[in-house]
Antibody, heavy 119, light 110 residues
Framework: QVQLVESGGGVVQPGRSLRLSCAAS????????MHWVRQAPGKGLEWVAF????????YYADSVKGRFTISRDNSKNTLYLQMTSLRAEDMAVYYC????????????WGQGTMVTVSS | QSALTQPASVSGSPGQSITISCTGT?????????VSWYQQHPGKAPKLMIY???NRPSGVSNRFSGSKSGNTASLTISGLQAEDEADYYC??????????FGTGTKVAVL
């Protein structure tokens, strides 16, 4: 079945780096744009980053621009989020999300991975 | 990239209809027919309910419908059921090619 499985979350000190991964299965990964969306504890959803199906286009939320990098390896069906200079306000559940094919929407969500930023 | 504005909470009795609004600007909601809606139950990942303003994905109940007028999009749930109690978020494409979510609405079934 169509599935997205995130990994790489954990506890990290402020200012340090962390890389999240998302393994995709059950669909042709290389045909879909992908996103990262996060949700701080008890808060709403926040869009983080977008990457086109072939990796040539990338966009970021202002809150992470210059610190986070989205990338993908279509040969490994894997999406990444490299996070640097982490701040307390980056603490959240990070969801790997598939973009719609031919429409604008997030149609498949992973279960999320928690990133805790604390000294 | 300011969040779209949604009411914090909306409630209704079983069988009633409720509407959740999502207000943005001409740079997002008003500028494109690219509004989507998500349902999130506690501890779960969000689920796509409506895309491109008014389209329902396969498997989503036809009790859910979407519309848009100007800078405001709306999600209507008709025949409210206990299982509809959840948080709902709107999202829109923006003129910067980014995406933005709404502030979220907690739906309570009385």
């Amino acid at each position: 079945q169509v599935q997205l499985v995130e990994s790489g979350g954990g506890v990290v000190q402020p200012g340090r780096s962390l890389r999240l991964s998302c393994a995709a299965s059950g669909f042709t990964f290389s045909s879909y744009a992908m996103h990262w969306v996060r949700q701080a504890p008890g808060k709403g959803l926040e869009w983080v980053a977008f990457i086109s199906y072939d990796g040539t286009s990338r966009y970021y939320a202002d809150s992470v621009k210059g610190r986070f990098t989205i990338s993908r390896d279509n040969s490994k069906n894997t999406l990444y989020l490299q996070m640097t200079s982490l701040r307390a306000e980056d603490m959240a559940v990070y969801y790997c999300v598939r973009g719609g094919l031919g429409f604008f929407g997030f149609d498949i969500w992973g279960q999320g991975t928690m990133v805790t930023v604390s000294s | 990239q300011s969040a779209l504005t949604q009411p914090a909470s909306v409630s209704g009795s079983p069988g009633q209809s409720i509407t959740i609004s999502c207000t943005g600007t001409s740079s997002d909601v008003g500028g494109y027919n690219y509004v989507s809606w998500y349902q999130q139950h506690p501890g779960k990942a969000p689920k796509l309910m409506i895309y491109d303003v008014s389209n329902r994905p396969s498997g989503v109940s036809n009790r859910f419908s979407g519309s848009k007028s100007g800078n405001t999009a709306s999600l209507t749930i008709s025949g409210l059921q206990a299982e509809d109690e959840a948080d709902y978020y709107c999202s829109s494409y923006t003129s910067s090619s980014t995406r933005v979510f709404g502030t979220g609405t907690k739906v309570a079934v009385l």
